[in-house]
T-cell receptor, first 112, second 115 residues
Framework: GNSVTQMEGPVTLSEEAFLTINCTYT??????LFWYVQYPGEGLQLLLK?????DKGSNKGFEATYRKETTSFHLEKGSVQVSDSAVYFC???????????FGQGTRLTINP | EPEVTQTPSHQVTQMGQEVILRCVPI?????FYWYRQILGQKVEFLVS????????KSEIFDDQFSVERPDGSNFTLKIRSTKLEDSAMYFC?????????????FGPGTRLTVL
């Protein structure tokens, strides 16, 4: 079936550290891939997306590349800030379907 | 910037009671969704709605659940007889008509607690 697996959290880093949150997926066909972020007390916000293999999504210093050969969409940021503390969700949208399939979420805490 | 809104932010109810969760999608959007997240678990799809009818639903969305767009702005999720296991955060989302890869925009969620 179609699923998304994220690295286990919580993740705690110091400000200006390099961030990687791993995400892999299983899918029949070629899904679109997304990272959503949930800041404390808020809803899910789209962070970035990629719709086909080798596409790179980027926003607010975050990047993720759609890797079909490794079925991955890892989230990276070169230098994190305290304000990046949030829960990050990887998700796929199956071709022709309506629903997003989410990973379990990774809680990120950045210490000053 | 337009956003999806949801009310109430927190709903507490007794088991067996009916609840209605309300959402106001972004005004020019045509596809509407409900998802839920039980504490500590994944965000799960419940239902999608387009052109005044359900277009897809999950196995979670049984006869106890219903959705409605009663007017031009609201989109509601009704749970007829709540169970303890319905306690979760419920998210509404909407998107423009168009390619299925168009972004789904989420509301802040309603936390439902069933006692």
């Amino acid at each position: 079936g179609n699923s998304v697996t994220q690295m286990e959290g919580p993740v705690t880093l110091s400000e200006e550290a390099f961030l990687t949150i791993n995400c892999t997926y299983t899918a029949t066909g070629y899904p679109s891939l997304f990272w959503y972020v949930q800041y404390p007390g808020e809803g899910l916000q789209l962070l970035l997306k990629a719709t086909k293999a080798d596409d790179k999504g980027s926003n607010k210093g975050f990047e993720a590349t759609y890797r079909k050969e490794t079925t991955s969409f890892h989230l990276e940021k070169g230098s994190v800030q305290v304000s990046d503390s949030a829960v990050y969700f990887c998700a796929q949208l199956i071709q022709g379907a309506q629903k997003l399939v989410f990973g379990q979420g990774t809680r990120l805490t950045i210490n000053p | 910037e337009p956003e999806v809104t949801q009310t109430p932010s927190h709903q507490v109810t007794q088991m067996g009671q009916e609840v209605i969760l309300r959402c106001v999608p972004i005004s020019n959007h045509l596809y509407f969704y409900w998802y839920r997240q039980i504490l500590g678990q994944k965000v799960e799809f419940l239902v999608s709605f387009y052109n005044n009818e359900i277009s897809e639903k999950s196995e979670i969305f049984d006869d106890q659940f219903s959705v409605e767009r009663p007017d031009g702005s609201n989109f509601t999720l009704k749970i007829r007889s709540t169970k303890l296991e319905d306690s979760a955060m419920y998210f509404c989302a909407s998107r423009l008509q168009g390619a299925s890869t168009d972004t789904q925009y989420f509301g802040p969620g309603t936390r439902l607690t069933v006692l």
